[in-house]
Structures are given as structure tokens and as C-alpha cells.
């Protein structure tokens, strides 16, 4: 069959058609327990496992619902899993034999280093995460009176008894929380997690400048104008913000927020917000 001009043109256009279609598709994304967030395409559930597969690709791939807190479907259904102890999909503990218990202090809260990792690479910062935890155990202590009757760990103690035992913001996620509360003796334990990426946007400003000329018959007129182009380049930091709150290795409280400005500082709103909302804060 003669395949004509025209004919060949029109196969091409609907090939990109179909194309573009599928990357525009919208994606499943499945959030897991220890915040990693996996965009995909969820093919089956079941009591026990969710498969999916990822773009491009037709491989099915099954995970265990006791590692995944929460899928937002594309149809923008959401469907959370229940991650307490006794739930049937949770996580069984793995609380060490060999943990060193510090002497329980009741209705203490402890702070635990906040990860603050890029989405894109992975990679966390030290410096970020201290700031991060020292910025939340301030924002407790400046709001004691509202958590009454619970009193803050301080943040010497929690990272002196953390460091003894190994642990830091690069695996303080791995660690169950009826170990964390046993080695910092506390029954109270708020643990959050700040993930972000950036992006770049340019702005141009113009600047025009002029000079007239009028002529001695008042009738021709000749303009030279100037004009100036400044591009500035703009930095944007778009965060994703993961509280989580403890009571006797039971979560009490888990929220995710996502700063309503890309700017810098943006996560620590956020912060202040999820905490004024937490069940231990009360209004006075």
C-alpha cells in the first residue's frame, strides 16, 4: 500500500498526540512510613500488599502495607492506613532487648532531630536538622503554658542520651518509637520531617529613557529612546512538611503540610502551624 505525504504527516501528529497524553497522565503517589513518597500507577490492593508499577514501565511491583501510611490517588481520593501497634497492617515492633533505659519521666516530651532532606537527591543536612530540632523545642518551651501539665525534655539531654545510643537524624526514622521513648525515658515524643526541592525562576525589568526633539516649525518631531533589560533570578523552595506525635509508643497525631509561599524559611510556618494544632496544645 502506497503510504502518501498527507497520510504520513497525520500518523505523526497523532503519535505525539498520544505522547504527550501519556506524560500528562496524572500519577498515583504512595506515601510511606518512612516519608519517602513513590509516584506511580497503584494496579491492585489487597488486605496485605498494594502493587503498582512506575511510569514508563509495566513491571508490577508489590510492597507490604505495613510500610505505607497513606496513598493520594490521581482521581484526588486519598486512603490512609492505620500505623498504630495494634493496628493489623502495622509495622511489628522491633524493640531491641539490648536497649538502655534511661528512668521514665512522666508527662515529658521529648524532641527528636527533625531530617531535613532534598527530595531530588536524598541527601540531609546535619545543620539543617539540628536548627530544625532546636527551632521546634523553642516553640514548645515559648508555648509551656499551653501544653500544661507536660514539661519539655531539654535538648541537651535528648541528644546526649540519642548520641549514647547511636542514634542521629540520619536514622532516628529507622528506630522504633518504643525504643526512643525507653532510652530518653520519656512517655511523650514529637518527630517531624522537613523534605523540600528547588527550583529557579528569572524575572526581566525593563527601563525606557527617552529624549525629544522638536523642530524650529514646531511640526516634526524626533524621539530617541533607550531601554534597559535587568533579568533577576529568583530561588524557590518548595517544602513538604511531616509532624508526627507520640503518647505511650501510641501516634496521637500525624499531620502533612506544604508551606503556602516557596520561600526559604517556608517550613518553619508550617511547623508552628501543625503544633498549634496538635492534640497537647490547648488555647488560652
Not at 518512612?34 to 494496579?43: A, F, G, P, R
Not at 501497634?85 to 534511661?102: E, W
Not at 515559648?142 to 501544653?147: F, L, P, R
Not at 507536660?150 to 535528648?158: A, G, I, K, S, W
Request: glycine share 4%; charged share 20%.
Amino acid at each position: 500500500m502506497k503510504i502518501t505525504k498527507p497520510f504520513l504527516v497525520l500518523l505523526v501528529l497523532l503519535s505525539a498526540c498520544v505522547s504527550f497524553a501519556q506524560s500528562g497522565k496524572k500519577l498515583d503517589k504512595i506515601i510511606k512510613r518512612d516519608y519517602q513518597i513513590i509516584e506511580c500507577t497503584v494496579l491492585k490492593m489487597s488486605d496485605k500488599t498494594v502493587e503498582y508499577s512506575l511510569p514508563g514501565e509495566t513491571v508490577q511491583i508489590s510492597l507490604d502495607v505495613s510500610q505505607i501510611a497513606k496513598i493520594d490517588f490521581a482521581s484526588g481520593r486519598s486512603q490512609t492506613f492505620d500505623t498504630s501497634p495494634n493496628a493489623t497492617n502495622s509495622v511489628q515492633s522491633t524493640s531491641s532487648p539490648n536497649i538502655v533505659s534511661a528512668e521514665k519521666q512522666h508527662n515529658t516530651i521529648a524532641v527528636l532531630p527533625i531530617p531535613y532532606v532534598n527530595a531530588d537527591s536524598q541527601q540531609g543536612s546535619e545543620d539543617m536538622a539540628k536548627f530544625a530540632q532546636n527551632d521546634l523545642y523553642n516553640k514548645l518551651l515559648d508555648k509551656s503554658s499551653n501544653i500544661f501539665p507536660l514539661t519539655v525534655q531539654d535538648l541537651r539531654t535528648t541528644n546526649s542520651l540519642l548520641h549514647k545510643a547511636g542514634i542521629d537524624h540520619n536514622n532516628v526514622d529507622e528506630t522504633p518509637i518504643e525504643d526512643l521513648e525507653k532510652i530518653l525515658g520519656v512517655d511523650n515524643i514529637v518527630a517531624a520531617k522537613v523534605s523540600y526541592t528547588i527550583g529557579t525562576g528569572t524575572t526581566a525589568t525593563t527601563y525606557d529613557s527617552g529624549n525629544t526633539k522638536v523642530s524650529n516649525n514646531n511640526k516634526k518631531v524626533t524621539t530617541s529612546d533607550i531601554s534597559t533589560t535587568t533579568a533577576n533570578n529568583q530561588t524557590y523552595y518548595y517544602y513538604t512538611v511531616y509532624f508526627d506525635m507520640y503518647r505511650n509508643t501510641d501516634k496521637i497525631y500525624s499531620q502533612t503540610r506544604k508551606p503556602l509561599l516557596a520561600l526559604k524559611d517556608g517550613w518553619m510556618d508550617s511547623i508552628s502551624y501543625l503544633l498549634k494544632r496538635s492534640p497537647i496544645y490547648v488555647k488560652k
